[in-house]
DNA sequence: ATGAAAGCGCTAACAA
DNA sequence: TTGTTAGCGCTTTCAT
């Protein structure tokens, strides 16, 4: 192959210095528009692309984000970085992807290898097992732009764009009290993760302002898989006072909860009521279609990257802490709502 | 913020030379064990990280790879990627993700801002209305590295690493005929790509050997989208001679048409099969579950990355073209099977 | 409006 | 085994 053009190639063609092709190329005002004409043009045909990496090594701005996730396999992440994946480009950012598979080690892994590559701002949505948050004081030493999307932790003092959590399971639960459901439960997800802090506290107040008791027992800590889901409910129906209602944490458990209700043959939403978290795709076309808090996973990469972004561009300045939440919009389907004609109170 | 470390900031510290140090950090045989312990002891006090950029100015290897997918949001894709990444994290490469939402203009842009941050090499799923591949012949002229997976093209002479298209439908089809069905007809997808003439063909050929006849309108070209199954249905029931099963390219599509089925009360799979393709998580949470095949997406992530660091590693070598095909796994639920007691021709 | 010159941090051919 | 030297391609300060 030939030697791809560079500035000075171009400059030889002119009798002009690199550093005025440089120039012309970034649209300086100082460059006659005569000479950007001719810069242009032999540029384009001499089908020059301004190589990056020196771009990056002498500006020390790389026009990179990393951006870590847990897994690339749920319809949630998938579309949280389709936001920001949009609205990086549109920005003229590349996006470098690193996935943690939930696990700590591998996230730390990711973050090395993003410094490494001297990238402008990281993007992180901590992995379940995360709950050292030193590294990412580190980070803030070093000035590095961070902004956690919704796995984000309160104390740190790092920036967030989050969904409310709170109000979406307060919704959740007064939508299932207000279907006549009243022995609500919960599967709940990692208490580590202030995400599932703040869901199961929704579900409490709701309770309590609607004079509901917390019955003992209606709270099991999942993890976050359809299999949690389904050991919640054989615990659930194990119990004396059993529930008739259940809200997940999140769509997989509440999908698991469903298997194995219909596995023990009770009726969804006739008998038992249950509703979700995250609007996952497949919500809305099992049966009985899911009823699930919808967290805007593209709203919520594009805002991540403005905020990123933001933090990149004003480096210099103190970096202010800047929390951003999301309204949570609920999705009403089937899986929990019953005709109610009257009888509220029929399995009281 | 105190600058990082950089080779000459330990090489000063030791009084040997910048060389020397990063000899030592390759473990280059020509150092001696004495000097690489003590660089490798200073450079972890000083918490020492290889500047990336620096090093892929000067080897011209910057150890990264673009990633090209037309979404993140599905399954399918989202498991490619992460098959790739797994590996290539494995491998000390890093991936850069690039979404062409389906169009061959961003799916352009993609590759120019690839090669503008001149990654090692590139891996790329085309998008729907890709039908030009002159760009591709570009890149192979420059001798980069590219690996097409799941959506390839046969005539450009890239490598590429597929699902067995043929062989899927061919199983998917067959089945069909031996759960009774014997009026199938098929949604495909575009057909300018070659993952759905393949399937097509093997849609055909099964129902020759079968000695099936091939209906006037039994095929349907849909775009891959549940719209499009829909629209495919419609189709169908208003032919005179009515299919009893749909073959669908794609697992969206067939939930399209399970969806226009249902409303119009029509039983899957008693009086209609229904067959997909492509595994997307929801087909075995839906009522009835979907059959289908499992294109085997993680191994066509891991396998592509794969051959694209053969190719390299191997640069300078003829690069030849590669072809890697791997096996359906056709997954049998309840959609395709009826019981099928001896009426085999009932609908006949 | 343009040029000259230095250097980002690292690597590698050649020399010793 | 280690040092010397040059330079990857670009940006940017200072000078003209």
Do not use: W
Request: net charge neutral; with cysteine.
């Amino acid at each position: 192959m030939q030697k791809s053009a560079t500035i000075s190639s171009i400059a030889n063609e002119l009798n002009i210095t690199p550093a005025t092709v440089s120039r012309a190329l970034q649209d300086h005002p100082s460059i006659s528009h005569s000479t950007k004409q001719s810069v242009l043009k032999v540029a384009s045909r001499l089908n020059y692309k301004r190589n990056r990496v020196a771009s990056s090594l002498r500006s020390g701005k790389t026009h990179m984000i990393g951006v870590i996730i847990p897994g690339a396999d749920t319809n949630f992440f998938g579309s949280v970085v389709h936001g920001i994946e949009k609205c990086a480009n549109a920005k003229g950012y590349n996006v470098l992807l690193y996935q943690s598979n939930e696990t700590q080690e591998h996230e730390i892994k990711g973050i090395e290898t993003f410094l490494a590559a001297q990238v402008d701002g990281i993007l992180v949505s901590v992995a379940k097992d995360t709950n050292n948050y030193a590294y990412y004081e580190e980070l803030k030493k070093k000035k590095i732009p961070v902004v956690f999307f919704d796995r984000a932790d309160d104390d740190t003092g790092i920036s967030s764009v989050v969904t409310d959590d709170y109000k979406g399971a307060f919704i959740a639960t007064e939508h299932l009290i207000k279907n006549g459901y009243n022995h609500i439960a919960h599967v709940s997800g990692p208490q580590h993760l202030k995400v599932f802090c703040d869901r199961k506290k929704g579900y409490e107040d709701a309770l309590k302002q609607y004079n509901l008791p917390l019955t003992d027992g209606f709270i099991y800590e999942g993890n976050v898989s359809i299999e949690s889901g389904k050991a919640a409910t054989r615990h659930f129906l194990s119990l004396k006072q059993k529930p008739d209602a259940v809200f997940a944490a999140e769509d997989f458990t509440a999908l698991g909860v469903m298997k194995e209700l219909k596995s023990h043959n009770i009726k969804i939403p006739e008998a038992f009521g249950v509703f979700g978290f995250a609007n996952e795709l497949f919500g809305e076309h099992i049966t009985p279609t899911l009823s699930t808090i919808d967290p805007q996973a593209v709203t919520m990469g594009k805002e991540s990257f403005e905020l990123l972004l933001q933090m990149i561009e004003n480096k210099n300045e103190a970096v202010v802490e800047k929390k951003i939440v999301l309204n949570p919009i609920p999705v009403f389907r089937e899986s929990s709502q019953r005709k109610i004609s009257g009888h509220l109170n029929v399995y009281s």
